[in-house]
């Protein structure tokens, strides 16, 4: 039953500079974990396992017509998720990844209904926090970079929430403390149809302006 701890699920809590083994374990075999990125405390499954994003949006109680994005090892994974890619992508990805910058590009075929938007696109970052990358290599795939709340409640900064909130509903949780991130990811969408932001977080809208009008 979503959002119940059930009798013999203890949580494996990971510190800061102990083993992700376990971490990658659980991704792989379809279960959910809690892992620090650049901004907040994220929820981790995998696109590519069976039932795993059904699990997850169960347990974060979260629409299921709202799109996850994703955390890529890096720009070559990232952009093997899309269909096509616009030059202004490549531009922004060199200058602000890895980074706290979600690109929303359009979707490949195959991908999993619950990654794409409406408009036909997919998100996905490179983490800058070296756990949230550690965690992406060893995979050796894109991870959901949701964020480790119940839906409509404020993101997780700390371990101790994530903690109070998951234990013994995922299979593992990978500490590193408070997070220093008080914004989310900035959201731009790259298309046919130009540039757009989508949200802004924490790289400013006019940062990304004046930095695709410099490469240009």
């Known amino acids: 039953m979503s959002g119940v701890a059930m009798p013999g699920n ?13 971490a990658v ?56 998720l899309a269909d096509t890619i616009d030059p202004a992508a490549r531009r922004l990805a060199e200058l602000f ?26 998100g996905v970052r490179v983490s800058s926090h070296p756990i949230a990358s550690a965690l992406t290599q060893a995979v050796g795939a894109p991870i959901t970079a949701t964020s480790a709340n119940l839906a409509g409640l404020p993101p997780a900064r700390s371990a101790a929430e994530t903690f109070a909130a998951f234990d013994g509903k995922v299979k593992v949780i990978v500490e590193d403390g408070d997070l220093p991130g008080a914004e989310p990811s900035t959201i731009v969408a790259v ?5 757009r932001i989508l949200r802004e977080g924490a ?13 240009e």
């Open 191 to 195: 298309d046919s149809r130009g540039i």
């Open 25 to 80: 374990d659980a991704i792989l075999n379809g279960d959910t974990i809690v892992y620090p990125t650049e901004t907040f405390y994220g929820l981790g499954a995998s696109p590519l396992v069976e039932g795993a994003l059904e699990r997850l949006f169960e347990l974060k109680a979260r629409e299921p017509g709202k799109p996850v994005a994703l955390i890529a090892a890096d720009a070559k994974m990232a952009f093997a």
């Open 97 to 122: 990844w890895p980074g706290p910058l979600t690109i929303v590009m359009r979707a490949r075929s195959g991908l999993h209904r619950a990654l794409i938007g409406e408009d036909g696109g997919v």
């Open 203 to 215: 790289i400013p809208a006019a940062l990304l302006r004046t930095a695709l009008s410099i490469a």
């Open 10 to 22: 203890a949580t494996i809590r990971i510190g800061p500079g102990e083993s992700i083994a376990a």
